[in-house]
């Protein structure tokens, strides 16, 4: 298996774009979560996703961001505008939950965003 | 509020020389506890579900155990290639969101 895909690797914009970042999950698993990690913050879980659906995105930080995930193969981040501030490195991870002990997330490679 | 306290942050050994991390939590019902690795400019890695107090779990030079209020990851005679940042990440009961802690900082040196 490939592991979590994510695109791009590296992203550098101007404050005021939108920016979109990309996901390919482990085929087979049914969740999917977007984390962001900065060094003041740590690692700070967005929002999930199980079977497609958004279960809980109480931790987007504001409208400027939104996430989609159209079918269990892909999911998308948006940010629209971008600040400075969204500068950080964007995980995407899955995990496949059929058994209340399966709570393995398995991490793709991130993203780094860097806003100027 | 659920809280995930990792300590020390940074730490550095000699090659060989055994030490231990350690992560503390305050959750409302602990569902299971994982360490992560992450190297530099990778994503987190998995390493270990814990679920109950008293259970051990191992993996070549690491240990990781859980009491009702910590979890230790130990680690034997360290090499080089052990460095990284370790992640301890706590989920709670009736939620399925991982909290993390900030992480311990591990340098091995040769």
């Known amino acids: 298996d490939a592991g979590v895909i994510q695109s791009p690797r590296h992203e550098v914009t101007e404050m005021g774009q939108e920016v979109t970042l990309r996901c390919k999950p482990i085929s087979g698993h049914n969740s999917l979560f977007w984390y962001r990690q900065t060094m003041m913050r740590g690692l700070e879980l967005l929002i999930y996703f199980n079977n497609n659906v958004p279960i809980d995105d109480s931790g987007m930080p504001e409208d400027r961001f939104s996430a989609k995930m159209p079918n269990a193969s892909f999911s998308t981040l948006k940010i629209q505008p971008s600040e400075p501030r969204d500068s950080a490195v964007y995980f995407c991870a899955s995990r496949t939950f059929r058994t209340e002990r399966e709570n393995e997330q398995f991490f793709g490679p991130g993203t780094r965003l860097t806003v100027l | 509020e659920d809280q995930v306290t990792q300590s020390p942050e940074a730490l550095r050994l000699q090659e060989g020389e055994s030490s231990s991390l350690n992560c503390s939590y305050t959750?409302?019902?602990?569902?299971?506890l994982f360490w992560y690795r992450q190297d530099p400019g990778k994503g987190p890695e998995f390493l270990f579900t814990l679920y109950s107090a008293g259970e051990e779990k191992e993996k070549e030079r690491l240990k990781a155990t859980l009491t009702k209020k910590e979890s230790f990851l130990h680690i034997t005679a360290p090499k080089p290639e052990d460095s990284a940042t370790y992640l301890c990440a706590v989920i709670i009961q009736g939620a399925q969101k991982l909290v993390f802690g900030q992480g311990t900082r591990l340098t091995i040196n040769p």
């Open positions: 959750v409302s019902g602990l569902r299971g």
